[in-house]
């Protein structure tokens, strides 16, 4: 697209009209690990993920400051990529402890990062961010990235509450093991 992005009354970057976050999931074409919701635009319904240039094209991608750009990715992940969105702090889960340490002794329980975003010389942003999965009931701390012409390249699942702790746990076992089996060759 050429020429100025499309403006909110506010000033805002506007999403074009026929742009319509559905509140449908369905498995990622970019990374089948993870879900995606579905958008409709002009008519028809995309997956969010494989389809994100579509629309960031149409708004104006490549005439963007880097911080509409990731202001707007933002945006795009936290309400089109994920049913339950990008957590922006540790807590603020209605009826439940937090998923995150709050001391070196929650050793099974990942630490906290706000979400960070990077442009590289080439002009690809790169995301890191955490959300929370409630089909599986875990936190994850997920990568994202949005090339130069707003497409996403890739989406990955860097780390998870459940991943950390089975590792931990997997290491304990082991370590258990080898110390037993010593012990036995000992005797």
């Given at each position: 697209?050429?020429?100025?992005?499309?403006?909110?009354?506010?000033?805002?970057?506007?999403?074009?009209?026929e742009f319509t976050v559905l509140k449908k999931k369905q498995t990622s074409e970019i990374n089948s690990e993870l879900e995606t919701l579905?958008?409709?635009?002009?008519?028809?319904e995309y997956n969010a993920d494989s389809n994100c240039g579509l629309v960031l094209q149409e708004m104006?991608?490549?005439?963007?400051?880097n911080d509409d750009k990731k202001r707007i990715a933002t945006y795009f992940v936290d309400h089109c990529l994920h049913s339950n969105g990008i957590l922006f702090s540790p807590g603020g889960f209605e009826g439940e402890s937090s998923p995150f340490s709050k001391s070196m002794f929650s050793i099974f329980k990942p630490t906290f990062t706000y979400p960070e975003i990077t442009i590289d010389s080439k002009g690809d942003l790169?995301?890191?961010?955490?959300?929370?999965?409630?089909t599986n009931n875990t936190v994850k701390f997920n990568r994202i990235v949005i090339d130069s012409n707003g497409d996403i390249k890739s989406r990955k699942i860097i780390k998870s509450y459940r991943t950390l702790a089975l590792f931990l746990v997997t290491s304990v076992?082991?370590?258990?093991?080898?110390?037993?089996?010593?012990?036995?060759?000992?005797?």
């Open positions: 697209m050429s020429g100025t992005p499309k403006k909110n009354p506010n000033g805002s970057i506007a999403f074009p009209y579905m958008f409709s635009y002009n008519g028809k104006g991608w490549d005439t963007f400051t790169t995301m890191e961010y955490w959300n929370k999965d409630y076992a082991f370590v258990g093991f080898v110390l037993m089996k010593k012990k036995l060759i000992k005797l």
